[in-house]
């Protein structure tokens, strides 16, 4: 119990020193960047046109949907079992530092898309979830798809893509740990690509997409940056 406390402790204040990272002036000026270029995405047409794009691509193309399908699976499943595992070898004593690592980049992504949603309140390309309905679509609605109001679509769609966030923080993450591996270093890279390019025939708004791999990077870096000054010759 007392191993137990102390990794919880030790989960907390590292958690907060990665958010104290994000919100560093460098960080927090590529955190502004990433969201002047969300506003040309949308503002340009891009966002709608992209979606239109996708939709006509993959209509009546079940290969495709079933990738994108997996895609959206694969992005929400993968994060959470390696959380799963590093739980697991907490309590067994059996804790590794950059597994330790993985996982916080997963909570820390989780938590910071999930404020951004509960705000934006962003309502999907397609509408109506249940059936990929686009016959909402209005030239305006990219930009009217923003309701900004709390809580009112819930914390699992809408901007930014917590799929791509979470996906480029543990492809970052997993590049710098192991970077002497190079089948690991291979492995990140096409599961990052994998993952957001099925992510985004279907689910989310390309903006959704780019403001997470912007946050992605910032989120990856930050845990690593944490993890290099304190804890690189350590195990807890």
Known sequence: MRKINRCVSN????????????????????????LFVVFLIIYSGFDLYFNYFTY?????????????GLSYLIGHVLPFFLLFICIVLILIN??????????????????FVSIYKSFTARISPTCNKGNMDFSCYTDNFAIDSFTFEFLK??????FPSGHA?????LGILFILLFWRNKFITFLSILYTF???????????WVSDIV??????????????????????????
Not at 153 to 158: A, D, H, R, T, Y
Not at 194 to 204: A, E, F, K
Not at 212 to 221: A, E, K, S
């Open 56 to 68: 006509n691509l993959i209509e009546n193309n079940h290969f495709l949907v079933t990738y994108s």
């Open 165 to 169: 966030a979470s996906t480029v923080s």
């Open 11 to 34: 989960c907390y204040c590292d958690i907060v020193k990665i958010f104290t990272k994000i919100f560093s002036p460098i960080f927090l000026l590529i955190h502004v960047l990433t």
């Open 211 to 236: 403001a997470g791999i912007f946050f992605g990077v910032l989120i990856g870096l930050a845990c690593y940056e944490v993890y290099r000054k304190k804890y690189k010759n350590k195990n807890i």
């Open 194 to 204: 994998v993952i957001l390019i099925g992510i985004s025939l279907r689910w989310h």
């Open 94 to 111: 059996k804790i590794n530092i950059k597994i330790y690592f993985l996982s916080l980049s997963v909570i820390v992504s989780t938590v």
């Open 153 to 158: 679509n819930g914390i699992n769609w809408g």
